[in-house]
């Protein structure tokens, strides 16, 4: 089982749509969760980062966390053409080294 | 604020040749974590320091090494080059201090994209 998962994709939305993402953990002690963003041939851009249960906003994006499921979550609402990339999610166990997923590629249609 | 830089920004080798890659971190920031991004294979960590200690290592073999300078910069060497290590390597900073989740907060560089022929 692979540390972290994310929904494969890639994933192509309408502008102004909701995008919706999804990342598994495997590790139950897991302490902190990222959202990043990575245009192609770009270094990784962090969007937020969640680690209490519960929702957390900023502008038009939505991070969720749901420790019990071990499942985090990120929408991006009124999606633009310049969301379009991937999107990574990372996980610290609390050892300071991120384990990242695969990755969701999302396209957002104009 | 300057964030972090990392030089070159491309490297071509041979293989059997070593290569050297250098990071800053953002200004305030003790940590440096270096990561390899290979084609198809996703971000997979190296090492991390700080107060120029090396602190963890992933899963990767001795022939990648590296250090942290009193000014907190960093080096990355990768020793006796193969065809596999081809693939953008990334450097981050973070301050490990500040309000929960801000401390692990890492930020990126821009990468160097090393080519190994």
């Known amino acids: 089982q692979k540390e972290v998962e994310q929904n494969s994709g890639p994933l192509s939305v309408p502008e102004g749509a909701i995008a919706s993402l999804n990342c598994t953990y495997s590790?139950?002690?897991?302490?902190?969760f990222f959202w990043y963003r990575q245009y192609s041939g770009k270094s990784p851009e962090l969007i937020m980062f969640i680690y209490s249960n519960g929702d957390k906003e900023d502008g038009r994006f939505t991070a969720q966390l749901n420790k019990a499921s071990q499942y985090v979550s990120l929408l991006i609402r009124d999606s633009q053409p310049s969301d379009s990339a991937t999107y990574l999610c990372?996980?610290?166990?609390?050892?300071?080294?991120?384990?990242f997923g695969a990755g969701t590629t999302v396209t957002v249609r104009a | 604020e300057a964030g972090v830089t990392q030089s070159p920004t491309h490297l071509i080798k041979t293989r059997g040749q070593q290569a050297t890659l250098r990071c800053s971190p953002i200004?305030?920031?003790?940590?440096v974590y270096w990561y390899q991004q290979a084609l198809g294979l996703g971000l997979q960590f190296l090492l991390w320091?700080?107060?120029?200690?090396?602190?963890n290592r992933g899963n990767f073999p001795p022939r990648f090494s590296g250090r942290q300078f009193p000014n907190y910069s960093s080096e990355l060497n990768v020793n006796a080059l193969e065809l596999e290590d081809s693939a953008l390597y990334l450097c981050?900073?973070?301050?490990?201090?500040?309000?929960?989740?801000?401390?692990?907060?890492?930020?990126f560089g821009p990468g160097t994209r090393l080519l190994v022929l």
């Open positions: 981050a900073s973070s301050s490990l201090e500040g309000l929960a989740g801000e401390l692990e907060t890492q930020y």
């Open positions: 990372a996980v610290n166990k609390g050892d300071y080294k991120l384990s």
């Open positions: 320091y700080d107060e120029g200690e090396e602190r």
């Open positions: 590790d139950r002690g897991s302490q902190s």
């Open positions: 200004s305030g920031h003790t940590s």
